[in-house]
């Protein structure tokens, strides 16, 4: 079974600086997608960015962007210049061919600081 | 216009009652999902439904029975309400996992079931 672990319960930042959320994951297959999900106090899981694994380019969404290291299993998540709006819970997701789910991590608590 | 709706966003209810949430999609997606979030955030996944057939069902006590009467809509049905299944429940859908734009999923905005 796959397992996502996300290491940092709760990060706080200033605006306008850049923060890094980490995730790794473990699985034994060889295809599949991870994702970010944000959640603001407003409850509603929205989608930040996708990256599929046969893929060695990172992914980005204006600012935001991963390192993905798929020999490590470690799909980090960069957040630049950040805003207010970007207060939330973040979880990192995996998904793999074949397998209708997403796995969840438990989740890092953002706080962007005025 | 709302791609994943559930209704209702609240509900508050004594335990041993019985109560229905459901969620509809208007993204003509083939699978339908149910996560429990429980009060620690934790996301977990309850069942999927694929073309109205069930693909997954994650150890769910069997007070829990999902039905989707078609592909667009996928309700939640609980019997005999406990005080541990007081937590958020999305429904979300997707694409065919096989289809190799798929994978993402588009979530409704929660249904927060509080029992007393």
């Known amino acids: 079974a796959q397992t996502v672990t996300q290491s940092q319960p709760e990060m706080s930042v200033q605006e306008a600086e850049t923060v890094t959320l980490s995730c790794t994951y473990d699985?034994?297959?060889?295809?599949?997608?991870l994702f970010w999900y944000k959640q603001p106090p407003s409850r509603q899981m929205i989608l930040v960015i996708r990256?599929?694994?046969?893929?060695?380019q990172n992914a980005t969404e204006n600012r935001f962007s991963v390192n993905f290291q798929k020999a490590a299993k470690s799909f980090s998540l960069k957040i630049s210049d950040s805003q207010l709006g970007d207060t939330a819970m973040y979880f990192c997701?995996?998904?793999?061919?074949?397998?209708?789910?997403?796995?969840f991590g438990t989740g890092t608590r953002l706080t962007i600081i005025p | 216009d709302t791609a994943v709706s559930q209704t209702p966003k609240y509900l508050v209810t004594q335990m041993g009652n019985d109560k229905s949430i459901k969620c509809e999609q208007n993204?003509?997606?083939?699978?339908m999902y149910w996560y429990k979030q429980d009060s620690k955030k934790f996301l977990k996944i309850m069942f999927s439904?694929?073309?109205?057939?069930?693909?997954i069902n994650e150890t769910v006590p069997n007070r829990f029975s999902p039905k989707s009467p078609d592909k667009a809509h996928l309700n939640l049905h609980i019997n005999s309400l406990e005080l541990g299944d007081s937590a958020v429940y999305f429904c979300?859908?997707?694409?065919?996992?096989?289809?190799?734009?798929?994978?993402?999923?588009?979530f409704g905005e929660g249904s927060r079931l509080t029992v007393l």
């Open positions: 699985t034994s297959e060889s295809n599949y997608y």
């Open positions: 979300a859908s997707s694409q065919d996992f096989r289809d190799s734009s798929a994978g993402e999923l588009f």
């Open positions: 439904y694929n073309n109205k057939e069930l693909i």
């Open positions: 993204l003509g997606h083939d699978t």
């Open positions: 990256q599929e694994a046969y893929k060695q």
């Open positions: 997701a995996f998904g793999d061919f074949g397998n209708e789910k997403l796995t």
